[in-house]
């Protein structure tokens, strides 16, 4: 059974500095999505990761995938109030139908 | 996750009612999935379907708790009797693709947020 852990689960930050959120996953996957998530709404898609070694970049926020490791990173650039959210990275089992997610990063950022 | 239109956005029911949530997928998309969230915890992936087909629920409770996308209209998750337990965000998104191949992914609704008191 896939399972998909985050760390850290919470972290607060202050405004300009960098931290990395990790994403490890049990079993072979063929891709990796990272979401976030603002209180009491849905889950707004940030990235999709479908090969090793891939990256993608998007303003301060950068993800990465390292499948031989079965491990994502989320890393935050600078950080600023408005990215304050949790984040969730969801794999999907290879060959399988439906995402599993990890527990989630709750991220406050401090001005 | 514009597109996936999830109603009622608020359920309230007594201990023993049924509550019905209901979702209409993206135009285009054929894939349904439900997924639950407890307060500050993660997705839990329910049951996936398709038009007129239960592809996947192995997420379901074996009790009370149904899921169905007709061929016509939207895509229903029933409880029943609820109990205290089952207060929660309940997601529904969509995907055009089976098995999510290629570079496919879900779009969420805004969820249905069920309190029972």
């Known amino acids: 059974e896939l399972k998909v852990e985050q760390n850290p689960l919470f972290l607060s930050m202050q405004e300009g500095k960098n931290y990395t959120i990790y994403c490890n996953y049990s079993t072979t996957s063929d891709r990796l999505y990272w979401y976030r998530q603002d209180p009491g709404k849905s889950l707004e898609s940030l990235f999709v990761?479908?090969?090793?070694?891939a990256v993608k970049q998007e303003g301060r926020l950068m993800a990465s995938l390292d499948t031989k490791a079965r491990l994502s990173t989320l890393h935050i650039t600078a950080a600023v109030h408005d990215l304050s959210a949790t984040y969730f990275c969801?794999?999907?089992?290879?060959?399988?139908?439906?995402?599993?997610f990890g527990a989630g990063t709750i991220l406050r950022v401090k001005s | 996750n514009a597109g996936v239109m999830q109603n009622p956005r608020h359920l309230v029911r007594r201990r023993g009612q049924e509550a019905r949530l209901r979702c209409s997928p993206m135009?285009?998309?054929?894939?349904v999935y439900w997924y639950r969230q407890l307060p500050e915890e993660g997705l839990k992936f329910m049951v996936y379907?398709?038009?007129?087909?239960?592809?996947?629920e192995s997420g379901m409770p074996k009790e009370r708790f149904s899921a169905e996308f007709p061929k016509e209209g939207p895509s229903i998750l029933r409880i029943q009797q609820v109990v205290r337990g089952d207060s929660a965000a309940y997601f529904c998104?969509?995907?055009?693709?089976?098995?999510?191949?290629?570079?496919?992914?879900?779009?969420f609704g805004e969820g249905s947020r069920l309190t029972v008191l």
């Open positions: 379907l398709q038009k007129e087909n239960i592809i996947d």
């Open positions: 135009k285009g998309h054929s894939h």
């Open positions: 998104a969509s995907s055009p693709l089976l098995r999510l191949a290629g570079i496919g992914e879900l779009f």
């Open positions: 969801a794999v999907v089992e290879e060959y399988g139908n439906k995402l599993v």
């Open positions: 990761l479908l090969s090793n070694g």
